[in-house]
């Protein structure tokens, strides 16, 4: 049976079947087929159709994108062993069911615990629930005792850049100047400011201001001429340079 194998880094969370005349809906949201709980995934993301054996992918207008071998795509015909890339997540696309699965979910480790052995001939489904938990255990196990959660601001580099930037900290500014925090070179600095745009926080909140240059930074695809507040998910694009910002759990004593 043709089925896209559900990964994280090397470890398989799920297989699911392509079933004829319908719809493998994949997002952040519970109502997806493929739940994907992450701040870089849209609530309805992408959709595989199956019509007569023909199979496409199609980006539902997400806000990062969805990535097929490596390219950005808006809708496009998949094939046997094709890879595509939904924030920090793969869906490899087996059609003829011959992609081994034992090497990457040792007996006894799947998702959910119960020593699950994944054969060719059998279908392991993740729900939601199971996954969301199995992520929450997977922090807990790596957190000192004694210690509490918070949440803390957070830019993560989309494209443009690598790492993670900490707006709670101090400002970050992006623009074309040398000492920014984010640079934006080659062609794209002549259009913008130095710097271009600024991120910073006030009582807990957080906002982009645009700082100059002749275009204009964007939020969620739109142009900010002053001040924005930020949210959570919100995506910020200069030029080449696109960041998501969110939250993220940190540790204290």
Known sequence: MARIIFKFKDRVLGVYPLVAEQALTIG???DNDIVIDNLAVSGSHARIDNHAGKYQLTDLDSKNGTFLNGESIASCRIGQGDVITIGKHKLVVD???????D???PDGDAPGGGGINLGS???MVMDPEQYRNMLKEEFESGQKPGTSRSKSPVL???SGGDGVLDPGSR???IGKNSDADVVVGGL???LYGAPAATISGSGGNFFLTYAGGLLKPKVNGLAVKSTVKLQADDTIQVGPVKLLFGYEDTESE
């Open 121 to 123: 001939d059998q279908t």
């Open 28 to 30: 952040r949201r519970s």
């Open 156 to 158: 993560f580099f989309l």
């Open 95 to 101: 059609l003829e069911d011959s992609i081994g699965l």
């Open 188 to 190: 794209w600095s002549f």
């Open 171 to 173: 400002p970050v500014t």
């Open 103 to 105: 090497s990457h979910v």
